[in-house]
C-alpha cells in the first residue's frame, strides 16, 4: 500500500510559469515531509522541507505547502526555468529525529524554454 | 558537506553473475540505505544499516544482501543477479537534526542481461 502518493507521473509547464507539483499521503502520523529534485544520471539532492506545525515553508522560488486535514503537499516553484527539468520526490516521515521516510513515486517535471 | 560515492556509474552483468555495488561516506555516519529507483515506483528501500556489522531489512531486500565492514563502507551483494534487478540504485548516509535528511550518492545505474 502506497503511503505517499505523486499521482502526476509527468508535468510540463512554461519558462516562467508557476510549476505546481502534488503529493498526497495516507499516514496522519506524518509530521515531517521533504522534497528532493533528481537528475538524471545524479543521486538525489535536497530541495525543501516542512514540518507539520507549519503550513508553508519558503526558500527563494520554491514554496511547500501543507494542508494537514487533507494529507496533502505541494510544491509550487515560480517562475519555473529550464533548469528546474527534473524529477521530483517527496518523502514523508512518521517520526522527527528519526530517518524512516516513505518516498513518494516521482514527478517528471518537464519545463518548455 | 558529507559526501557519498558510489564507485561504478554504470555496469552491465550477466544474469547470474554475484554483484557487488560499493559505497563510501566520509562523514562517519552511522545510518546508511539502499535504495532503488525504478519509473513509476519511486525510490524503495531495500536494507539500511544503522552500525557497523549492523543490518536491517528495507521493503525489498529479496534477492539482495549486505555487508557493513567498517563504518564507512555499506556494499550492496545481488547474490545471484536476475534481470528484474536492472535498476538505479542509490547509496545514502542519513543526517539527524538537519532539515536535509538524506545525502544520496550519484547512483549506480546497473543492467542486468
Known amino acids: 500500500d502506497q503511503q505517499v502518493k505523486q499521482n502526476s507521473p509527468s508535468l510540463s509547464v ?6 505546481i507539483l502534488n503529493c498526497d499521503y495516507t499516514n496522519s502520523m506524518f509530521d515531517y ?16 522541507s516542512i514540518s ?4 508553508k515553508n519558503e526558500d527563494g522560488r520554491f514554496t511547500v505547502f501543507l494542508n494537514k486535514s487533507a494529507k496533502h503537499l505541494s510544491l509550487h516553484i515560480v517562475p519555473s ?3 528546474d527539468s527534473a524529477v ?26 | 558537506d558529507v559526501k557519498v ?3 561504478s556509474r554504470y555496469l552491465v552483468k550477466r544474469t547470474g553473475e554475484k554483484v557487488f555495488l560499493e559505497c563510501v561516506q566520509d562523514m562517519d555516519h552511522e545510518n546508511m540505505f539502499w535504495y532503488r529507483q525504478d519509473p513509476g515506483l519511486g525510490l524503495r528501500l531495500i536494507y539500511f544499516s544503522y552500525d557497523v556489522k549492523m543490518k536491517e531489512k528495507g521493503d525489498i531486500p529479496e534477492g539482495y544482501s549486505v555487508s557493513r565492514e567498517k563504518k564507512e563502507r555499506f556494499s550492496l551483494i545481488l547474490e545471484s543477479a536476475s534481470t528484474n534487478q536492472t535498476s538505479m540504485y542509490l ?8 532539515a536535509y535528511g538524506y545525502t544520496f550518492g550519484s547512483g549506480t545505474r546497473l543492467t542486468v542481461v
Not at chain 1, 52 to 55: E, F
Not at chain 1, 90 to 110: D, E, M, N, Q, V
Open chain 1, 14 to 19: 512554461q519558462e516562467g510559469r508557476i510549476s
Open chain 1, 33 to 48: 515531509f521533504l522534497w528532493y529534485k533528481k537528475y538524471p544520471a545524479e543521486g538525489p539532492t535536497f530541495l525543501i
Open chain 1, 52 to 55: 507539520s506545525i507549519k503550513d
Open chain 1, 81 to 83: 526555468q529550464p533548469g
Open chain 1, 88 to 113: 521530483y520526490f517527496c518523502a514523508a516521515s512518521a517520526a522527527s529525529g528519526t530517518y524512516k521516510y516513505i518516498f513518494g513515486t516521482g514527478t517528471r517535471l518537464k519545463v518548455l524554454a
Open chain 2, 5 to 7: 560515492t558510489q564507485s
Open chain 2, 91 to 98: 547509496c545514502a548516509t542519513f543526517t539527524l537534526g538537519t
